[in-house]
């Protein structure tokens, strides 16, 4: 009897400005493997189902536990973690592509940078005073702080902004990941000290405004972030300040 | 020498982000570099929180009670002096942390919420979820990014930190560092530099460390001189998940719930595990600590598991796992109290684990041991410093639960302003302070791996060297057996002379910076071994059989060790340890200390 | 990876370009298209839709309709300022946003993408069908507002073309979607429906909005086939005005 194996088909690109080709290898299966271990085992064999050898895949990596948000990409088709990809629970050949929306370093690791300028332009931090010994920080309650929780659990995977239909080159749209930090820093009782600026910033070419609440992101997000809620949150303050602008400006 | 001085930080965990934000705060110029975008770093990973005797519960905890426990826990083998002054600092700590906007859980009033874990009795660790390290990291991240907005930080994110530069007198004068794209090499000029690269779980090959705590970086100053102090103690944790790419925690709860731990009592039983009828299956905590069953501490149930995979051959399936069995407790129950880290399991194992016992074995979780350093954060190299998992001076033999985002932290307080310090006093270096010759170094090291054509490839023998490692360096300990592992380490070096890039290409070759790494792991390997077996004595996570209790009078010491050129491995110094707060005790959690 | 600290990676200006914070109009524009479709265009196209009703009861009183519809004041400043301009805003910028997402049902066919999707096919088929509809009926042929009595007629001949009919109904059921997902999209994107359940729950009710306005465009689009009219049509012009001018303070009771 034949051993059971698995069928992968990798797209690989050498550098940004090369041509994307696809390779096919087929590996020895192994129960409970996600698709870093196929990764893996590709590096430790470079070579295609042909028997042409090749070099290991290129690919962002860390924590494999779903908590740095490095491993996003492709998988048949669709833009999740490749840690949390079970392949036992996956269609083979397993198709294996670099977001689409990102410049490709190589092969599978692409440059996710927008989003961390994103971060600068929306000032997302509490800009306290120093690091010296203030004392205790405002008092919070359970609610609030069980409201801000889950924006503060995003990995910067930009999952959300691959599968939004309205990020692209075309309108710069500054993606969910980005709003949602604005809420939680608008809501938090130091932050909010920026929430002017931050509402301003959201309100240029690349803002809240393209959202076109396809809500793809809320699907897509693994570690299911409340972005609908979120963005019509950040949506209603940039709206009262636009109003507030009028009248008072 | 200047008056702004220049410091270089690298890696951006915890401790690095902590130290940058000191540097730049004071008006310091700072370069961070680090290998992933530093939102990424492993100290997301931590779970459970961070302690600090803030007595907010009314029980009357204090920091001396934080020092005592924290010293205690280490088995005595921690210097005193620094445990004291980061327990001292905790609680101004938690307090910062707070106020940048930590989602820090919150009592009914407001006010931090705090809750009990391993070796202490007081309400001391405060947590934002189950996602405490992940909330540091990117409140830290939020303040750095905040600077570097401010032009005050250089971020140099996909930077790999080859070598220390030291000049004529051999001090540091800044940092060789290949670029991850480019694979450019280049050396960046510093007045200090500060090294805060975390832990070194890779050299276990899986373990629950994330992909670039390999050592690195520390074993690269390791070989230009800098000490590397008690590498031999390794804390394993009893329950991770195995994978086929890592190890990932399982909290100590799912057993605090009324999980039980067992093997079929036949080797290679290959039926599923509830077609085993409860005859044939073997509970052997509960067997050999009637006791205490199943909640044994952390260091008993590993050993046991270990035992019985590795000596009685009975691992599931002949893998080395066991199960850890909660099908008995009802699905309410358990979905009431354990949630979330059931979740964990069906998510990367694909099995519902109230319907399937979960397999879980012990993996290599945390590195006590680290670069020495003194007071001040600083190695035995002038202007090397350390701060975070990188160092060795916070956990003894033994890290508690929630004291690691601390040392951290701390850490990083406390490198950040004394590099400083030391970079305004520093005088000029002659020359070009050694930067020509450690690129040159450094390139001839690149051209030679690019021109080597042997048939070695370096992700096996990374593979071989995690078994190694794993099986004689982790949980049981014996000499014959570290003897034996030094003398495989030595061969997979004679290997990696044969090693086959199967990637020459010169742009994001990651396979290329693996194997550079790959070569710092194996020499920090054999100090870990080598350490361990010098170390005839059982103490903390160090047990051996052979020698089954602490002894201090010979070893209440710490291991430092020196790269030596002439034999290209470890040479070992002792120091006493400061003990000058608290005399040494036996360490017993079965009574009362 | 931050490409930005390393001139060398020449990456640095690819892909999708950071958020141009204080920069450029496109928020401004963005919210008068989605105001536009609200006030005036959703008000003029419910005003439109309840006239038309007024097909329901026979010729005379649609006719009456479209006679007080011309006898409000300042008549081209209302159509042109209310209704042409933004309605050619509404689809010319509406077209812009199109041209700039990228929809991707293909891999993520979840209800979400499928309204987006849905969004802009209606919008599109709306917007050709409203330009042939206010050529052929507004701009062409006998002018309404001079002869309302004819506009049954008029209407009636238009339908009387089965492939007409079908365009009709088709641009019904879509301006109504269009409309009636738009209004949802509003209320969340103003801010006005902020939480899950809210927007829920306004989402039943744009469905029954649409649902009611498909039905009532159908019936009235149907009722102009009315065999009962069948001759109606051909009544003189100036009967028909006496006549409708007689019922005119009825309709305005029964609105």
């Not at chain 1, 690791?109 to 405002?138: M, T």
Request: net charge neutral; glycine share 8%.
């Amino acid at each position: 009897m034949a051993e059971r194996t698995i069928k992968v088909e990798i797209k690989r690109q050498h550098d940004p400005d090369g041509n994307a080709v696809v390779e096919k290898f087929e590996i020895p299966y192994r129960p409970n493997m996600n698709v870093i271990s196929v990764l893996m085992e590709i590096a430790a064999r470079p070579v295609t189902v042909d028997g042409k050898e090749t070099t290991p895949v290129t690919y962002e990596s860390n924590c494999l536990e779903e908590i740095c948000g490095s491993c996003s990409m492709l998988i048949n088709g669709r833009a999740r973690m490749a840690c949390s990809a079970l392949v036992d629970n996956l269609e083979q050949p397993l198709r294996l592509e670099p977001l689409s929306k990102f410049p490709v370093v190589r092969d599978l690791q692409v440059d996710r940078s927008v989003l961390f300028e994103n971060l600068k332009r929306v000032q997302a931090w509490v800009p306290i005073d120093g690091s010296y010994d203030l004392g205790a920080g405002p008092r919070i309650t359970p609610q609030v702080q069980e409201e801000n929780y889950p924006l503060s659990n995003c990995i910067s995977c930009c999952c959300c902004m691959e599968v939004c239909p309205q990020f692209n080159v075309a309108t710069g749209f500054v993606g969910a990941a980005t709003i949602a930090q604005v809420k939680l820093f608008n809501d938090h009782p130091t932050g909010k000290v920026l929430k002017e600026e931050r509402l301003h910033a959201m309100m240029g070419d690349g803002g809240i405004q393209d959202c076109a609440y396809a809500q793809n992101c809320v699907v897509a997000c693994p570690k299911e972030l409340p972005l609908a809620q979120a963005i019509s949150d950040v949506g209603r303050q940039v709206m009262l300040q636009a109003v507030k602008d009028i009248f008072t400006t | 020498m200047a008056s702004t001085p220049k410091i270089i930080v690298i890696g951006g965990g915890l401790a690095g982000l902590s130290a940058v934000m000191k540097i730049a705060e004071a008006g310091g110029k700072v370069d961070l570099f680090s290998i992933v975008p530093v939102k990424r770093s492993h100290s997301v990973c931590a779970q459970g929180g961070i302690n600090a005797a803030k007595n907010l519960k009314g029980e009357g905890d204090t920091t001396w009670q934080h020092f005592d426990d924290t010293v205690y826990g280490g088995d005595f083998l921690g210097n005193q002096t620094p445990i004291k002054g980061m327990c001292e600092a905790a609680p101004a700590i938690i307090d910062l942390l707070d106020r940048m906007g930590v989602p820090f859980n919150r009592t009914p009033e407001g006010l931090l919420d705090f809750r009990r874990f391993g070796g202490t009795l007081y309400h001391r660790t405060a947590f934002a979820g189950a996602t405490t390290g992940q909330q540091l990291l990117y409140a830290l991240d939020e303040q750095v990014r905040r600077y570097e907005s401010e032009g005050k930080v250089q971020k140099y994110e996909g930077w790999e930190f080859l070598s220390a530069v030291l000049d004529s007198k051999g001090v540091c004068r800044g940092i060789c560092a290949m670029n991850l794209r480019t694979m450019e090499l280049r050396t960046f000029a510093a007045d200090a530099i500060i090294l805060a690269t975390g832990g070194n779980g890779a050299i276990f090959g899986k373990s629950t460390n994330s992909v670039v705590c390999t050592g690195s970086a520390q074993a690269a100053v390791y070989q230009q001189g800098v000490c590397y102090a008690n590498g031999e103690f390794i804390q394993v944790h009893p329950t991770c998940i195995p994978g086929e790419d890592k190890l990932r925690l399982m909290s100590e709860s799912a057993r605090g719930e009324g999980g039980r731990v067992w093997v079929p009592k036949t080797a290679g039983d290959k039926r599923e595990a509830n077609s085993i009828p409860a005859s044939e299956r073997w509970y052997f905590l509960e067997e050999w600590y009637p006791k205490y069953g199943n909640l044994v501490p952390r260091d008993v149930a590993t050993r046991a598991i270990h035992k019985v995979v590795y000596e009685h051959g009975l691992g599931i399936d002949g893998q080395p796992m066991v199960y850890l069995d909660l099908t008995h407790i009802d699905r309410a129950t358990l979905d009431r109290k354990l949630e979330g880290i059931l979740e964990i399991y069906e998510k990367f194992v694909g099995d519902d684990p109230r319907e399937v016992p979960m397999k879980i074995f012990p993996g290599m979780h945390y590195t006590m041991g680290g670069l020495w350093v003194d007071a001040d954060q600083m190695t035995n190299i002038p202007g090397i410093f350390a701060a975070g998992e990188a160092e060795y001076q916070y956990h003894g033999a033994n890290r508690l639960g929630a004291n690691s985002l601390l040392s951290c932290i701390y850490g990083g307080f406390v490198a950040g302003p004394k590099a400083m310090q030391y970079g305004k006093n520093l005088q000029a270096a002659e020359g070009d302070g050694g930067h020509t010759a450690e690129l040159k170094r450094q390139e001839e090291i690149n051209r030679r791996l690019l021109s080597s054509s042997g048939a070695e490839n370096p992700f096996k023998i990374w593979r071989e060297l995690g078994d190694v490692m794993t099986k004689n360096a982790t949980v049981i300990r014996y000499n014959k057996n570290l003897q034996a592992a030094d003398g495989q380490i030595q061969s997979l070096l004679e290997r990696y002379r044969n090693i086959n890039l199967s990637d020459k290409s010169m742009w994001a070759n990651t396979s290329f910076a693996f194997t550079r790494q790959l070569l710092n792991m194996l020499h920090l390997a054999r100090v870990i071994v080598q350490g361990a077996e010098r170390r005839d004595e059982s103490r903390g996570a160090h047990y051996k059989p052979d020698f089954p209790d602490r002894n201090d009078e010979k070893f209440l010491k710490t291991t430092k060790a020196f790269f030596a050129t002439d034999t290209n491995g470890p040479r070992f110094e002792y120091e006493a340890v400061d003990t000058q707060f608290i005399p040494p005790r036996p360490r017993r959690y079965d009574a009362v200390k | 990876m931050a490409t930005a600290t390393n001139p060398s990676s020449g990456s640095a200006h690819r892909g999708v370009q950071p958020l141009r914070a204080g920069q450029g109009h496109s928020f401004l524009l963005r919210k008068l298209h989605s105001l536009s479709g609200v006030i005036p265009i959703g008000a003029f196209l419910l005003e439109h839709f309840l006239s038309n009703t007024e097909a329901l009861k026979g010729p005379a009183a649609y006719a009456a309709q479209v006679k007080f519809l011309n006898s409000l004041p300042w008549v081209p400043v209302l159509e042109w300022g209310f209704i042409f301009l933004p309605i050619l805003y509404h689809a010319c910028y509406g077209l812009y946003i199109w041209s700039s997402g990228k929809s991707n049902i293909t891999y993520y066919p979840w209800a979400g993408n499928w309204m987006y999707m849905a969004q802009r096919w209606t919008g599109l088929i709306a917007f050709g069908y409203i330009a042939q509809h206010v050529y052929h009926l507004r701009f062409s042929g006998v002018r309404l507002a001079d002869h309302p009595g004819a506009s049954f007629a008029k209407v009636h001949h238009e339908l009387a073309n089965p492939w007409m009919l079908a365009l009709y109904l088709v641009a019904i059921i879509a301006t109504s979607w269009h409309f009636s997902y738009g209004l949802w999209l509003f209320a969340a994107k103003w801010g006005i429906t902020t939480g899950d359940k809210a927007r829920r729950r306004f989402g039943y009710v744009c469905t029954a909005l649409a649902v009611a306005l498909i039905t009532l465009g159908i019936a009235s689009a149907l009722a102009f086939l009315n065999p009962k009219y069948k001759y109606g049509w051909t009544e003189s012009p100036s009967a028909q005005t006496t006549q409708s001018q007689l019922q005119m303070p009825d309709v305005a009771a029964s609105k």
